[in-house]
């Protein structure tokens, strides 16, 4: 990826069928992860209504907005948005261009400009890939990513919840016809484990097996336990960053 957007660097977009499965903490810890095992990472947070990744990497901008260019007809050095960088990792957000109380909330196809602009208008740096956390359920927005970014796969993150798969079969359909191949799938807040005994209690019902993303043909990577206030770790996403790696090498040196 050169300085001025993707230009055709690898793109992984963490997707999820519904909001509230953990989606935004599995992009962030994954971003990190991959930055650890020595590759420049970018992390767009597509989110624009719900824009969740400042407030976790522990930022937030308090001078509110009076405007925001959603998109510009002229390029340049005066177009450019500054990629925020934390430990390394280079960081772009709408929530960025706003205070956290304010809400980019325009629709009608506004979103899918301002995706475009900050994929392509970000001065990202050097980075061998773009992990992309991306807004919950299928919309214009997933649309968008498919025309303006370089080698897409997605990574699906869901929980045991049999409402979670139904939701999140649906986006694999779009995926399937935007012919974007699927890393593999995410199974989060699936338990928990007593911080006394070690004990082991199973947070949802399992829904029948014929209902999951897994039955589908999606490769469940890992299953996450529920820590509340904390993140995945390098250790839980061991085999997430593995099929990451396979597929950011295999388009940077295929």
């Not at 009076?66 to 340049?76: E, L, M, N, P, Q």
């Not at 430990?87 to 909330?105: E, H, N, P, R, T």
């Not at 359909?173 to 699936?190: Q, T």
Request: net charge neutral; with cysteine.
């Amino acid at each position: 990826m050169t300085s001025h957007g993707v230009n055709g660097a690898p793109v992984i977009a963490v997707i999820s069928g519904k909001g509230g499965v953990g989606k935004s903490s599995v992009s962030v810890a994954l971003a990190k992860a991959l930055q650890r095992a020595g590759y420049r990472i970018g992390l767009l947070d597509a989110d624009m209504s719900g824009p969740d990744i400042p407030r976790m990497l522990g930022l937030r901008r308090d001078a509110p907005a009076k405007a925001v260019t959603v998109a510009r007809w002229i390029s340049g050095p005066q177009a450019q948005i500054e990629a925020i960088d934390v430990d390394g990792i280079k960081v772009a957000s709408v929530g960025f261009l706003m205070s956290g109380d304010q809400v980019f909330s325009a629709g009608g196809g506004i979103d899918q400009l301002m995706l475009g602009r900050l994929l392509t208008e970000t001065d990202w740096g050097p980075v061998d890939a773009l992990v992309v956390d991306m807004p919950p359920g299928v919309g214009d927005v997933h649309r968008a990513l498919r025309g303006r970014s370089g080698a897409l796969a997605a990574i699906v993150v869901v929980t045991p919840a049999e409402l979670s798969h139904l939701d999140s079969t649906r986006a694999l359909s779009m995926l399937e016809v935007n012919r974007i191949p699927v890393l593999g799938g995410v199974e989060n807040m699936a338990y928990l484990v007593c911080p006394c005994c070690g004990e082991r209690s199973e947070l949802h019902p399992a829904p029948p097996q014929e209902r999951t993303i897994w039955a589908k043909g999606v490769r469940k990577l890992v299953s996450l336990p529920f820590r509340p206030g904390a993140g995945p770790t390098d250790e839980d996403l061991s085999d997430v960053v593995k099929a990451a790696v396979r597929h950011i090498d295999h388009q940077n040196f295929s």
